[in-house]
């Protein structure tokens, strides 16, 4: 399936779920790597569907491919988006799956895809997540991409945090 297809299949899907959606958000994201760190990095809306969470990025600046995408605990940018704690993990599997995996990091995303310009819209849904859970912590997103292993250090980049954006208690 061309990549052409696969977004027109997914904007498809996004209107179709969005359209059922019972609440939204919209998340800021600034970078807090680089050179252009403090500053804007676009957005992402959070919607609750019937199949999880809907992420619909609207983000500009990246580099092409994939990038790390998680929740992370605590609701601070700051000091390089360290300030933001590990990855949500509200009952403490203290185990990096990914977000398809029954247990494991509630935190853990599907990983946010970059087009050759730079910039993200494809939206990912997390099957495990609801909007009411992602509220009072943060977005994070990395330099590299996401095996969803217990060895993901091992990829290039993936331990670098690069956008964050604070996700508002209500």
Known sequence: MSIKKITVLLGFLT??????????????????????????AGYIRADDTPYGLMLTPHLQGFSQGMHGFHVHA???????????????????TNVHLGPYHGSGHLGD????MVGADGKATLPVLAPRLTLSELKGHSLMIHA???????????????????????????
């Open 15 to 40: 209107g179709l779920l969005t359209g059922v959606a019972q609440a939204s958000l919209v998340i800021p994201m600034q970078w807090v790597a680089g050179a252009n760190s403090g500053k804007s």
């Open 74 to 92: 605590i609701p601070l940018c700051d000091d390089g988006g360290r300030s933001a704690g590990g990855h949500f993990d509200p009952v403490r």
């Open 144 to 170: 590299g991409g996401d095996d969803y292993s217990k060895n993901v250090q091992k990829l290039p980049g993936s331990m670098i945090r690069i956008a964050c954006g604070v996700v508002p208690w209500h």
């Open 109 to 112: 995303l599907p990983v946010l």
